[in-house]
């Protein structure tokens, strides 16, 4: 069964510091993997996906992940953050019915 | 863009009280799901649906039941509600399969009392 797993709940870093969000995943095939972020009292907006190809894939609003098959690992990156960044972030796993991670929350110090 | 409206963002209702969440979306989308979703626990999958009066019950059905008697409306039923189905439900469709992105509405917030 697919499944994933987010290791981190809350995690803090300061602003302009770079940012590292984890995931891991259980899945039977090639897995469709993305990332989703939804900042408070807001819905789920996708950041980025991977289905094949370049396994470093861009997204929107400076975000990054990379999918690593040997750890079914599926990272987030950004360089730099901004206060804007504050949200929980997704982890999601899945080609029809996809399976959600449990979160991580990031809180941005000025 | 594509549109998810929820018919309401806040609910309160009684112990024992059958309950009726709305999604709809205006993009022609065969494929709606409803999730509920809690700290801690992430997004859980409860029913999803991949065409008119079609349903498959995703990783926590118990105690919810789905319609879908139009393309672009599924309804997520809570036919006796309990304490334990206090929780954010999140309605999501999404165009075709094959990993495309899910669209979300806002979201209701049901507390039972």
Redesign the interface.
Known sequence: AQS?T?PD?HITVSEGASLELRCNYSYGATP?L?WYVQSPG???Q?LL?Y?SGDTLVQGIKGFEAEFKRSQSSFNLRKPSVHWSDAAEY?C?V??????????TRLTVKP | DVKVTQSSRYLVKRTGEKVFLECVQDMDHENMFWYRQDPGLGLRLIYFSYDVKMKEKGDIPEGYSVSREKKERFSLILESASTNQTSMYLCASIWGAQGNEQFFGPGTRLTVL
């Not at chain 1, 899945?94 to 979160?103: C, I, K, N, P, Q």
């Open positions: 994933v987010q709940i469709y993305f807001q819905g789920l996708l996906k289905f997704f999601a899945g080609v029809y019915d996809m399976r959600f991670g449990a979160g």
